[in-house]
C-alpha cells in the first residue's frame, strides 16, 4: 500500500507565494519521477510542474520562472515552492508519483487527494 499526503495549500493574496509539500509512504522501493498537476473548477487535469529521480525538471510555460519544484529522494518527498501567484493559479493541486512497490518491477502512479490553492485579495 502506497499513500501520497499532500499539505500546504491556502488562501493567498495575489503576488504571494505558497510551498506545497507531498509525502511518499507506505512499501516503497523507489521512486521515479514525482510531479505536481491542477485542476481548476470545470477544467480538466494538467500538468504543472515534474521532476525525475535524477533531478531534471519540467514545467508548463505558464509557471515558468515563478514557481520551482524540488524534492528529498532521501524522505520520498516532493515540493512545489509558487511565488507571484495570480488568480488563474486557483486550482486544487494534486501530488503525483512514480512508485515501484516492494515486491514489483515496474512502477505505478499514485496520487494524493489534493489541496485547495486560492489565490484572491
Known amino acids: 500500500q502506497v499513500q501520497l499526503v499532500e499539505s500546504g495549500g491556502g488562501l493567498v493574496q495575489p503576488g504571494g507565494s505558497l510551498r506545497l509539500s507531498c509525502v511518499a509512504s507506505?512499501?516503497?522501493?523507489?521512486?521515479?519521477?514525482m510531479g505536481w498537476y491542477r485542476q481548476a473548477p470545470g477544467k480538466q487535469r494538467d500538468l504543472v510542474a515534474v521532476?525525475?529521480?535524477?533531478?531534471?525538471?519540467n514545467y508548463v510555460d505558464s509557471v515558468k520562472g515563478r514557481f520551482t519544484i524540488s524534492r528529498d529522494n532521501a524522505k520520498n518527498t516532493v515540493y512545489l515552492q509558487m511565488n507571484s501567484l495570480k488568480p488563474e493559479d486557483t486550482a486544487v493541486y494534486y501530488c503525483?508519483?512514480?512508485?515501484?512497490?516492494?515486491?514489483?518491477?515496474?512502477?505505478?502512479?499514485?496520487w494524493g487527494q489534493g489541496t485547495q490553492v486560492t489565490v484572491s485579495s
Open positions: 503525483n508519483a512514480e512508485v515501484v512497490p516492494v515486491g514489483f518491477r515496474d512502477d505505478f502512479a499514485y
Open positions: 507506505g512499501s516503497i522501493f523507489s521512486v521515479n519521477a
Open positions: 521532476i525525475s529521480s535524477g533531478g531534471r525538471k
